[in-house]
């Protein structure tokens, strides 16, 4: 660890030498953000500005929308479950995940290819016949709880409308968020870290605890960012496998621009989402200092 | 280092302002397309429902926004594409949102001329973000009555909220009254109810029926009551949150009774789930054929309309469909279950809506139905 770090510490202040170097006149190479700029600036930050000054002028301009916010129970309820069910989910995911990736790292090449392509394949399907799926399956009448009737004796038990059962639909979809950067970084640990640890005297339990759990961090964090942030913005599986009660914020949104076309409380659930999501992201920056929260992306 | 940070901090404000300048000139060009010249004023003659002069559209497009799936396409077979070939108009199908209508309307940049939504969007909505018909270019007199509920609607559809009981439970003694919906003591079991993001005021209303008040004659403080009766049903009211999900509870025997939509309850009836209308007490719907507000050929967009409620068009689009037609002197061919699920077959023991009442206490109305929504 010690070791990277130095390394990395001097990679970061050879780049820093040399662009001193080059001196400030230096500006071509910004021209390789311009792209990118212009598409964020147009299709994001400007419909982003939209979104806010709606947000404070709709109907009227002043707080109104923000007052309407927190002083109605119903949305404070629903926010609090949407950030209760991504982090659930996000658990969950870890859970599943850490496991996988793990094997990964010490398979043959080939099978490691294969896991590879189990853990995409969900990505190739459509996220509403996976859904619908988990329906047929989760069901009070389904096989699921057909085999459980079977064996036990008992039943139904409440899986579909359930928070287990959006946790389980959305855990699906949001795995490959959590086992690629797992892996990318598990994939950088040295193997030999762990024996070298038991020879000191280490049980495996301790020798994974302090050894290769810290070492596996970056990756916890992005793809535990990366999880938690996509599940704050699901729709469509908590209105499937779900019921009025795992309804997420964004359904509240929608509902809002769609249905009532009140956009100025509708955009005010948008902004608090989103001030609500960079806050996150920064405290979880300041615990993970040093490493990327971005998935492939060292510092 | 200051003064790079200096010059970076330059750099970087060019790059924003060149960024905006650019962003403003493409909004620029893309704002532009609204100074069209105004649709020529043609002579159609009288209006008769179902009918158009042959060719009489040349070279307009027309383009209807629904609400998919079979619906759409039924409609699209038996009322937009025949009028398409009939007046030479050209008809494209997109999918109906109210809040992108919204948007359309406010950007002035209009791209659809009819649209499928509720009858409480129009009259919420009549002369901000529907235009009002001229009805002299409507043939009325076949619509049945009481269907028109504001300036900006024709009828589209009527179909209904409907108590879907199963046959195999309650096949000896059935439902009667929207009161027996609540009453878990004589029909025992779950029942499934609209917790949709789409607000139903019918939902309240029946549940108000059940009370014994009178749709008529509504009070906001009632609003909150009706969304009562339904909480404490407790454990034996499970919500659906789409029609599909609706009729699939019922198909499974999740619920063993359901204010559903009509269509999903022939939908149940059809794959073969032992379900049965209670038509005592069901609470009529009706959907709006609604004209966007500054849509750019008002006169062609009246036609279809008045094209589309034909007889023989609207029996084929029940026969497609499922849905009720507009039009008292349509003849369906219909079997026997289609017939039993038919709303226009019992408009004598339906409960007509209370739009006025709910357009002016709308507020009231999305703020409890938010909270009804989201299990709260």
């Known amino acids: 660890m010690s070791d990277g770090t130095v390394t990395e510490a001097i990679a970061v202040s050879g780049a820093d030498a040399g662009r001193r170097k080059r001196g400030p006149r230096n500006w071509r190479p910004l021209l390789l953000l311009v792209p990118a700029f212009v598409i964020v600036t147009l299709f994001f930050l400007a419909p982003l500005i939209d979104v806010f000054i709606r947000s404070i002028t709709d109907p009227q301009p002043g707080v109104q ?15 609090l479950r949407t950030f209760g069910t991504a982090i659930l989910v996000t658990i969950v995911c870890l859970l599943l995940a850490y496991p996988y990736a793990y094997l990964m790292t010490i398979v043959s090449d080939r099978t490691r290819n294969l896991m590879q392509l189990f853990i995409m394949m969900p ?18 009448t389904g096989p699921i709880n057909g085999l459980i009737a079977a064996w036990f004796g008992i039943g139904p038990i409440p899986l579909i409308r359930t928070t287990f059962g959006v946790a389980l639909g959305m855990s699906q979809v949001l795995l490959p968020f959590m086992v690629l950067p797992l892996y990318s970084s598990m994939a950088k640990i040295d193997k030999r870290l762990l024996p070298a640890a038991s020879n000191l005297g280490a049980n495996p339990v301790t020798a994974f605890f302090t050894v290769y759990l810290p070492l596996s961090k970056p990756g916890i964090f992005s793809g535990g960012v990366t999880v938690f942030i996509l599940g704050l913005g699901f729709y469509i599986i908590p209105a499937l496998l779900g019921s009025s009660k795992e309804i997420m914020i964004s359904a509240l949104i929608q509902q809002q621009i769609s249905v009532f076309l009140m956009w100025g409380q509708g ?3 948008g902004i608090f989402l989103l001030v609500c999501t960079i806050l996150i992201l920064v405290v979880v920056s300041r615990l993970n200092r040093g490493g990327s929260l971005f998935p492939g992306v060292n510092r | 280092m200051a ?3 200096d010059t970076k901090t330059r750099r970087g404000v060019t790059l924003v302002a060149g960024s905006a300048a650019l962003a403003l000139a493409l909004v620029g060009c893309s704002g532009g397309g609204g100074s069209e010249e105004p649709a020529p004023e043609r002579d159609l003659g009288t209006p008769v429902a179902g009918q158009i002069k042959e060719g009489s559209l040349d070279g307009v497009t027309l383009t209807f926004a629904g609400s998919g799936g079979v619906f759409q396409d039924g409609q699209t077979e038996a009322l937009w594409n025949p009028f398409a070939e009939a007046s030479g108009a050209k008809f494209n199908q997109d999918a109906f949102d109210a809040g992108k209508l919204k948007a359309m309307v406010d950007s002035g940049n209009v791209s659809w001329d009819i649209v499928n939504t509720t009858q409480f969007d129009t009259a919420r909505g009549c002369g901000t973000l529907y235009e009002k018909y001229d009805y002299s270019q409507i043939d009325t007199s076949k619509i049945p009555e009481g269907t028109i509920t504001d300036e900006c609607m024709v009828p589209q559809i009527l179909y209904g909220l409907v108590v879907v009981y199963n046959t195999d439970k309650f096949g000896d003694n059935p439902p009667t009254s929207a009161a027996d919906f609540f009453d878990t003591k004589k029909f025992p079991g779950k029942r499934t109810v609209s917790q949709s993001t ?13 009370q014994g008040k009178d749709v008529k004659n509504l009070k906001p403080e009632d609003i909150e009551g009706a969304f009562d009766m339904y909480r404490n049903l407790g454990d034996d009211v499970i919500g659906w949150t789409t029609g599909a999900q609706a009729q699939q509870q019922l198909e499974a025997g999740e ?15 059809n794959a073969g789930a032992p379900v049965a209308p209670m038509w005592d007490q069901w609470m009529i719907m009706v959907d709006s054929n609604g004209i966007p507000k500054g849509v750019k050929d008002k006169q062609a967009a009246f036609a279809a309309v008045n094209y589309s409620i034909g007889a023989e068009q609207q029996a084929k689009m029940t026969e497609l469909t499922s849905y009720g037609g507009v039009n008292v002197d349509a003849k369906p061919q219909m079997d026997e279950l289609l017939s039993q699920w038919m709303t226009t077959e019992h408009l004598d023991t339906g409960i007509a809506p209370n739009v006025d009442f709910w357009v002016k206490n709308y507020d009231a109305l999305s703020a409890a139905w938010a909270g009804w929504a989201t299990g709260n």
């Open chain 1, 267 to 269: 955009t005010a659930l």
């Open chain 2, 3 to 5: 003064h790079l940070r």
């Open chain 1, 65 to 79: 929308n923000y007052v309407w916010l927190v002083s109605t129970p119903a949305n404070l309820n629903v926010v």
């Open chain 2, 198 to 210: 789409y607000v139903d005021p019918q939902t309240v209303e029946f549940a108000l029926t059940a």
């Open chain 1, 123 to 140: 990505l190739w399907t459509s996220i509403l016949v996976r859904t619908l799926a988990w329906m047929v399956l989760l069901q009070d």
């Open chain 2, 255 to 269: 619920a063993v009774m359901g204010l559903v939509w009509s269509g999903r309850g022939y939908g149940a009836a």
